[in-house]
């Protein structure tokens, strides 16, 4: 038994690649983390930006390690790269159209923005951005 958890133990797999789909998620999200210590200055000098990209990491299920990794596998292909960048643009631009409605009265709060992406690295498909809870983090 001792053996079989040694043995386990010492079969790390290392990082994980993030998924392009999920990757273009985080960049998002990393994104809108930026945005809000933009506005709350005086938590600049406590943030520090690893461990406060951290927690946008561990919603998704990953590690810093696993960013890293993810980034050099995609940076080696350009035009992948390029479409996981234009997807994280697009959740962004969706988000804003939705608050944007909002602040106007014109959503339910609990409503999803949806948009159609062109060229998503997982295919043709929508994107649904839920409605923000509160502190993104």
């Not at 933009?38 to 690893?50: G, L, M, Q």
């Not at 890293?68 to 596998?73: A, E, Q, R, T």
């Not at 909002?102 to 948009?115: R, S, T």
Request: proline share 6%; hydrophobic share 35%.
């Amino acid at each position: 038994m001792i053996l079989v958890l040694l043995a386990a133990l010492g079969c790390s797999q290392g990082p994980k690649l993030i998924p392009a789909k999920t990757f273009a998620k985080i960049y998002a999200d990393m994104f809108m983390a930026d945005a809000w210590l933009e506005s709350h200055k005086e938590a600049r000098p406590v943030a520090d930006t690893t461990l406060f990209y951290e927690t946008v990491f561990n919603k998704y299920g990953y590690t810093t390690e696993d960013y890293y990794h993810s980034v050099s596998k995609y940076l080696t292909d350009p035009e992948e790269y390029s479409k996981i960048l234009k997807q994280a643009s697009a959740i962004l631009d969706a988000t804003s159209e939705k608050l944007r409605r909002e602040q106007e009265g014109a959503a339910p709060k609990d409503a999803e923005a949806e948009i159609e992406l062109e060229d998503l690295p997982s295919g043709r498909g929508k994107a649904r951005t839920p409605r923000p809870e509160g502190n993104i983090f």
